[in-house]
């Protein structure tokens, strides 16, 4: 395993390791609040549709996000919710 | 009350009777907590049920029971006194299904089980009037009385909340789609996919470039210049959200993309089929345009299926289903299929190559599958069993059996689907409700329309017509 692969296999474990969406407390991925967030969602598609895979809804910055995103906002998510 | 967790003041009150978990849904989740995978359960069961019952001697047309042609009132309340017990057992059957798939997605179910039956009988309704003799004259098809209907009901009266558990458009049209498949040999999706793919990456990269460089002529930001490029090119809101998630797109921009996709699905439910009609169009072609500018799965169903009823009308050749099955393969296979991909390569181009937005994204090659619209995966099998069965029968024994006794009960459970998506379309849609869209974001969706409209015309019409009109030809 040359350097370039090490330092690739470190940044993965890394990344998997950081912080994401998915465990913040800003993060919602409840299809019923994304519709209800999203006016007309539910008229021509569904929170609950395949093609939106993890995403949901960053209170902190408005955006919809993939559930493996993160930033320097993240707030962790009390483990007991995170397990509900 | 979703007890799902939220912050900052995403709390919005949903009628959720279980608490979703925040994490994303794991694939063995996702087998029940993602509408397409209910969608093949429920589609795949009625195919495998029909299935069994022919190879014991029997049928589930019993079952299957869908109004008839009627020219007098009495004609079509007999009809009903008559069959009260088949459609009261159809409403029972659909009603499990549905209830036990709402029960496990979140949907409080004692809201789902009225307003199911309520939507059932304004379904039934509606079925029947399209069945009346003097329907076509009056103009009076399923799909435009049903969206006609709801728009008024819904925009001058407020429904009340537990009605809309009940008004899932998505759900139905993907049970819709696989029960579809059933009806469309395998031989037939090996013969036209690769066409239909051809067509539809034609159409989705010149509509995407059009909308893409309008909005960025226009000043708009770069995130929401692909989401509504998607939104016009892919699949409508489904990529919008799709595409919106991939890229990090702020939530006004997926929301003023939904308005815009949503007016012009709309508009084209009634424009297309009326226009191909006024241009004589045979039923495979015009199916294939629908598939090619239509903006939305449901929306574009809504228009095949008018279509389809124009069939046998002065100066409108082929058959109703050509046109149905030329929009499954259009829209479905040829555009549906590739959102994943289009989300991959846009969420690498946003990560590289656009502004930054303050969250830093990983992205790999699973997005393709993570995103696949799943229900299509129904509509193959659910194919790939009919062929299987009809394999061997020599095509009038195909035509005397298999059809009245597997494919026209399947086909018939396909238009109740798709009749309680048509009506859940309009019953869902409040305009003032919809988020402003804003001229500039308009201006260049529009351009994409004009865009496709025409090359969607040509290249169904001009380049692959002649294959068009042979789809519908009476080969089993």
């Given amino acids: ?84 | 009350m979703g007890g799902s967790k939220s912050g900052g003041g995403l709390a919005v009150a949903t009628d959720s009777a279980t608490a979703p978990k925040p994490a994303p849904v794991s694939s063995w989740r996702e087998l029940f907590g993602k509408e397409d995978w209910w969608a093949i359960w429920i589609g795949l069961g009625l195919v495998i049920a029909a299935v069994i019952a022919f190879a014991n001697g029997g049928s589930i047309k019993w079952l299957a029971v869908t109004p008839q042609k009627w020219s007098r009132w009495s004609e079509i309340t007999a009809q009903f006194a008559t069959n009260a017990p088949r459609y009261f057992s159809l409403f029972i059957l659909w009603l499990v299904l549905f209830g036990v798939a709402a029960k496990a997605l979140g949907i409080r179910i004692a809201h789902f089980v009225p307003a199911f039956a309520v939507l059932f009988v304004v379904t039934t309704l509606i079925y029947a009037l399209g069945l009346w003799d003097r329907a076509a004259y009056y103009s009076l098809e399923p799909p435009l009385v049903a969206l006609l209907f709801g728009l008024i009901v819904s925009n001058l009266f407020t429904l009340p909340t537990w009605l809309h558990s009940a008004l899932r458009v998505e759900f139905y049209v993907k049970t819709g789609i696989v029960l579809l498949g059933a009806g469309v040999p395998l031989a037939l999706i090996v013969w036209a996919g690769p066409v239909a793919i051809v067509q539809a990456a034609i159409i989705s990269l010149t509509t995407f470039g059009t909308i893409y460089f309008v909005a960025k002529r226009l000043g708009l930001d770069q995130r929401l210049a692909a989401v509504l490029g998607t939104g016009g090119a892919v699949c409508g809101v489904s990529a919008a959200i799709a595409v919106g998630g991939a890229v990090g797109a702020k939530k006004e921009h997926v929301s003023l993309t939904i308005t815009v996709v949503f007016l012009w699905a709309i508009v084209m439910i009634f424009v297309l089929p009326l226009l191909a009609k006024a241009l004589s169009l045979p039923t495979g072609v015009a199916g294939a345009w629908i598939g090619t500018s239509e903006f939305a799965d449901a929306a574009g169903f809504a228009a095949a299926q008018t279509y389809a009823g124009f069939a046998g009308q002065p100066g409108i050749s082929g058959t109703g289903e050509a046109a149905v099955q030329a929009f499954t393969l259009m829209k479905v296979i040829g555009r549906d299929l590739w959102i994943g991909v289009w989300a991959l390569v846009l969420s690498i181009v946003a990560v590289t190559r656009w502004e930054s937005n303050g969250i830093t994204s990983r992205t790999d090659s699973g997005e393709i599958w993570r995103r696949f619209p799943k229900f299509v995966i129904g509509f193959f099998i659910a194919s790939a069993i009919v062929t299987l069965v009809a394999h061997g029968f020599d095509y009038a024994t195909y035509k005397k059996t298999l059809v009245p006794d597997v494919v026209a009960p399947l086909q018939g459970l396909r238009t109740w689907a798709f009749t309680f998506c048509f009506l859940s379309i309009s019953l869902t849609t409040r305009l003032r409700d919809l988020a402003a869209a804003g001229a500039k974001p308009f201006y260049a969706f529009s351009a994409g329309v004009a865009v496709n409209l025409l090359l969607g015309y040509l290249l169904s019409t001009q380049v692959f017509a002649s294959f068009w009109q042979q789809l519908g030809q009476p080969t089993p």
């Fill in chain 1, 1 to 84: 395993m040359n350097a370039l692969e090490v330092r690739a296999q470190i940044r993965a474990r890394d990344l998997r390791a950081a912080p994401a969406c998915a465990t913040c407390t800003f993060f919602s991925v409840d299809p019923l609040q994304i519709e209800a967030q999203l006016p007309g969602l539910n008229a021509l598609s569904s929170g609950f549709a395949s093609v939106r895979g993890g995403d949901g809804l960053c209170a902190r910055h408005q955006r919809l996000l993939r559930a493996t995103s993160f930033c320097a906002n993240y707030s962790a998510l009390p483990q007991f919710q995170r397990d509900a």
